[in-house]
């Protein structure tokens, strides 16, 4: 914004954004899709009794990315790079915490959330399925989806689409190329999701001009637990994202 003229400037960051919003609302229905490919009703009801579990997820990490890229940009403005690496590093690692946190009681109490969700006899191995490989990627899910938003902070817009693109990719192959059904969809979201935290750590290491996940930036003061952890935009955004399932 300080180096082209406004027009030209908009059009660049907001062109790719609304390329990577519309490739989030294929990929939001892609499992589903592919699932459905299959001719089984059943491995498509279990993919939707548990899709509160990835709602969740993204939840998260629209509340760290959306809320951590705010004052991430705040401070680029106000050139205080400290405060710029404060809100990076701790979206990163809140989210990581958090996945690990969420991965741990989806492995361990798998049997009640999914009687929660109304799994009966013949969706419940489905839905098990399904369930165990996207608990072991909520670090990864969580994490590249909220780096997606501090890079666009950035103006690193065409990056935030790295994760979406991957697991599109990866949903035909393992769900109808190797058979893998409902399960091959959350193994294609985490994979996906994998590569993409691969790509957002070697951006934040060594391509970042501003952005940093050293831990020794990691802090709860002036603000940043504050302004990243807000429960009210927490809320909003699992009701958003709840929407864009229906």
């Not at 399925?129 to 501090?150: D, E, K, L, M, R």
């Not at 985490?190 to 060594?206: D, E, H, M, P, R």
């Not at 020794?216 to 952890?229: A, E, F, N, R």
């Not at 935009?233 to 229906?246: A, P, R, W």
Request: some cysteine.
């Amino acid at each position: 914004m300080s180096s082209l003229p406004v027009p030209k400037a908009v059009a660049k960051m907001a062109i790719p954004s609304v390329i990577s919003s519309l490739v989030t609302v294929v990929y939001n229905m892609a499992d589903t899709f592919f699932v459905g490919q299959t001719g089984d009703p059943l491995q498509v009801a279990a993919v939707s009794l548990t899709n509160p579990i990835f709602i969740l997820f993204m939840a998260f990490a629209n509340m760290f990315g959306m809320d951590g890229s705010a004052p991430a940009s705040m401070a680029m403005g106000g050139k205080n790079e400290k405060r710029m690496k404060q809100a990076s590093a701790f979206a990163t690692y809140a989210s990581l915490i958090v996945g690990v946190a969420l991965a741990v009681i989806l492995m361990v109490f798998m049997m009640p959330v999914l009687n929660m969700f109304r799994a009966n006899e013949q969706t419940f191995l489905y839905a098990k399925g399904y369930t165990f490989h996207i608990a072991y990627g909520a670090p990864f899910i969580i994490w590249s989806a909220a780096a997606s938003f501090v890079v666009r902070a950035e103006g690193a817009s065409k990056e935030a689409m790295i994760g979406t693109v991957a697991n599109i990719v990866s949903d035909p192959v393992l769900i109808s190329g190797m058979g893998m059904g409902a399960a091959g969809a959350a193994v294609a979201t985490t994979i996906g999701n994998i590569l993409a935290s691969i790509y957002y750590l070697w951006y934040f290491l060594k391509k970042s001009k501003y952005f940093s996940i050293s831990i020794q930036y990691v802090t709860c003061k002036d603000g940043i637990l504050s302004g990243v952890c807000d429960q009210q935009h927490f809320v909003g955004c699992f009701m958003d994202e709840n929407q864009k399932t229906d």
